[in-house]
């Protein structure tokens, strides 16, 4: 069984930083796409950004030039710098792996609350 577990979420204040993690746990075979969703109070859970195995990254238009998606795959875990943050960033951001045969694993999910 593999678990993700994140952390670095909190509160922080606009135009503030904070940096996520996620670091897979369990018996590992193999994962290919990492990523970020978050999801607002009273909205649907929304893609912030992907990663692939080489590192290709995708992301959100509301989050691009202020973050930064990025992983260690000898680590098997998966990084969101969030840069400039607003409150509409305040969301729980759930991390995710993509573990082929096995399917989708998500994590717990980490609250980010930002203020005015």
């Known amino acids: 069984q593999v678990q993700l577990v994140e952390s670095g979420g909190g509160l922080v204040q606009a135009g503030g930083s904070l940096r996520l993690s996620c670091v897979a746990r369990?018996?590992?075979?193999?994962?290919?796409?990492m990523g970020w969703y978050r999801q607002a109070p009273g909205k649907q859970r929304e893609l912030v950004a992907t990663i692939g195995e080489g590192g290709p990254a995708n992301y959100a238009d509301s989050v691009k030039g202020r973050f930064t998606i990025s992983r260690d795959n000898a680590r098997y875990t998966v990084y969101l710098r969030m840069n400039n943050l607003i409150p509409e960033d305040t969301a729980v951001y759930y991390c995710?792996?993509?573990?082929?045969?096995?399917?989708?694993?998500w994590g717990q999910g980490t609250q980010v609350t930002v203020t005015v």
């Open positions: 369990g018996i590992i075979s193999s994962i290919y796409d």
């Open positions: 995710t792996a993509d573990r082929g045969y096995y399917g989708t694993t």
